[in-house]
């Protein structure tokens, strides 16, 4: 074993072993979830997209991100499961040009309803800058509260009142924890729930965070809220991003307030997580505490909008 305090940061070292045997257990993952295949057009998806019209008009009060690349078979029921949530809620898919049709099908849902909303963007340009996008789209359109949202199921709508409540009455950002009592998740294999708990335990005793949940992305932000970060200086695009986020939340003297969830394995699909993700955020939480600068985000490219 090496002498170098940062061995254990290495690809030879004992995260490089462990992203290893993560990207195994995903690939097993992969094997025995439902995917869609690439291949298929977004019409031949069986299902039900045409009871949308009776959602009435937008308020323009929260809107959902929820960022998609290759999520056909969950984006119906999820949109579905959250505009249900009562007239509040509007969202917004960022579609990152999904091969399996998932920006076709959204496009079809928008023309329904005008709480459905689709920003297409020419390929994969990372988690991050899909959720930066978000945030400006929806600061300039002047919403009050502003949610990010995973598209698998993972983040289950029906929470998505909770934290809607807890940001108007107690937070700047309220977070859905995994972490804290009566937090959880299920499903999962147990190394990938060692791998999550420690590189959010790694993240906080790096940078001193009081958040228990560092990589949970289950966020409603007041809008007020994320006009005190510098959104233009977030350099992380993928895994990391969240780490990075609840980071400049902390340093900006945000009220992040958790709330226990029940995280479950994603519903259908393929994960996108991965080893270089996994290891990507690990150098990128010793950045932020150094202070030393990434270098710019890719250029953002889209596509002519629908919605």
């Known amino acids: 074993m ?13 995260w490089g072993r462990l992203t290893e045997r993560m990207q195994t257990v995903s690939m097993t ?28 008009s937008s308020q323009r009060y929260a809107l959902v991100i929820v960022p998609t690349y290759n999520e056909a078979l969950n984006i119906t029921p999820l949109l579905e499961a959250i505009l249900t949530q009562g007239p509040r809620f509007d969202v917004l898919v960022i579609d990152d040009n999904s091969p399996d049709g998932t920006g076709d099908i959204v496009e079809e849902i928008a023309r329904q309803t005008p709480r459905i ?31 990010e949202m995973d598209a698998d199921f993972s983040h289950q709508p029906r929470y998505l009142s909770i934290l809607l409540a807890i940001a108007e009455h107690d937070a700047d950002v ?33 940078l001193g965070l009081p958040v228990r949940d560092v990589t949970g992305g289950f966020k409603c932000f007041r809008a007020s809220a994320l006009r005190q970060i510098d959104l233009d200086a977030v350099r992380a695009t993928g895994y ?8 400049r939340c902390y340093r900006a003297g945000l009220h992040i307030v958790e709330f226990p969830i029940v995280f479950p394995e994603r519903v259908a699909g393929i994960s996108k997580m991965s080893s270089h993700i996994i290891g990507e955020a690990a150098l ?22 629908t919605h």
């Open 2 to 14: 090496s002498s170098n305090p940062f061995y254990l940061l290495s690809d030879d070292g004992l």
């Open 29 to 56: 993952i992969d094997r025995i979830t439902p995917a869609v295949d690439p291949s298929t057009s977004a019409a031949s998806v069986n299902l039900s997209r045409n009871n949308f019209s009776h959602f009435g």
């Open 117 to 147: 909303q689709l920003h297409r963007r020419s390929g994969k340009l990372g988690l991050g800058t899909a959720y930066l996008t978000g945030f400006a789209m929806a600061l300039q359109a002047g919403y009050s509260y502003i949610f």
């Open 174 to 206: 309220a977070l859905g924890s995994r972490n804290i009592p009566g937090g959880r998740v299920e499903n999962w294999p147990w190394l990938r729930n060692v791998i999550s708990k420690g590189g959010s335990l790694y993240a906080r005793l790096v």
């Open 240 to 247: 990391g991003f969240q780490v990075e986020l609840n980071y």
């Open 284 to 305: 990128m939480v010793w950045k932020l505490k150094l202070g030393i600068r990434s270098a710019p985000r890719p250029t953002t490219k889209t596509v002519p909008q």
